[in-house]
């Protein structure tokens, strides 16, 4: 295998993932370099489109390796879309993360592709409280805002007197959120299914702790192994694709009536996965780069 030099593009070489990814790059002797987005800057030429970092211009980079941070999404996608117009190859495309930041953007695109999903409602006029708390069958219910994470800013409503109160603060702030169906049945678990390309290389599931609905590492879950049913193997992956992402943590809520996908994250964390699996996540991320990298094989170079 002939050595790639590979720019993970990530605010702190510090965080467990990135180190991780910089470790797997290493022993498979590439040659990673870990580059702080919103220290590039750019200058956008038909002619020779470049990056600058430190003073200095980033070439002959083969592969990038996107760990955007969802607060600085746009920045960071811009810097990663001009190492795509460079013909550089990314492990996740700009327009993917993007697109899957945006949590009812990609449910839209989920559902069109008749991907399960919790029933979802979104309105933009105060007149229409009601009629989207009944859309979703009524309370008890959840009420997300669109760019959260880490299960902040997602709230379980009990009663419609709770769900109207939520849903007039939010408006109050200007917050963009969409109400959904409660997947009481999933009984404060979900599933992390961590695809890369068109696999399920890990599987956790994580609880949350008594008295919490919401899952997530960050709010206090727990991470166990778990053997995952063929349909939501397949769920998972077919969601990925869907939001074009070759690596992505789908997160499923079992359904009575089957798998239902909640969100799909385009900078999964490691963590969790590689800590309950004690599989080597961020070497098969590299492994999947050697195989796909080729220069200008980036499908968005031109398209953004
Ligand atoms: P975030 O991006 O902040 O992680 P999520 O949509 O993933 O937001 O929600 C956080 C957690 O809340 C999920 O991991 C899950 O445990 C719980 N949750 C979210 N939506 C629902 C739902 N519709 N029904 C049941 N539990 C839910
Ligand atoms: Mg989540």
Known sequence: MTQLRIAVLSQNPELYSTR???????????????????????????????????????????????????????????????????????????????RSRDKLRSLQLLSKKGIGLPITGFANSTKMTDNLIDLVGGPPLVIKLLEGTQGVGVVLA??????????????????????????????????????????????????????????????????????ITPEERSTAVRAARVMGLNVAGVDILRGSHGPLVMEVNSSPGLEGIENATGKDVAGLMVHFIEKNAKPGKTRTRGRG
């Not at 030429?45 to 430190?54: E, L």
């Not at 070439?59 to 941070?69: K, S």
């Not at 599931?205 to 709010?219: I, Y």
């Open 20 to 98: 991780r990814i910089v470790e797997a790059c290493r022993a498979r002797n590439h040659d990673p370099i870990v580059i702080d987005p919103l220290r590039c800057y750019m200058n956008i030429t038909s002619h020779q489109p470049r990056i600058y970092y430190r003073e200095k211009a980033l070439d002959d980079f083969d592969a990038t390796i996107p760990r955007i941070g969802a607060s600085v999404t746009f920045y960071g996608c811009a810097v990663l879309r001009q190492f795509e117009m460079m013909g550089v190859y990314s492990l996740n495309e700009s327009v993917a993360i993007t």
């Open 158 to 227: 009990e009663t419609r007197k709770a769900a109207e109160s939520v849903i007039e603060a939010f408006r109050g702030l200007k917050a963009n959120f969409m109400v959904q169906e409660f997947i009481k049945e999933a009984a404060g678990a979900d599933i992390r299914c961590f695809v890369i390309g068109d696999k399920v290389v890990a599987s956790m599931k994580r609880q949350a702790p008594d008295g919490e609905f919401r899952s997530n590492l960050h709010r206090g879950g727990s991470a166990s192994v778990i053997k």
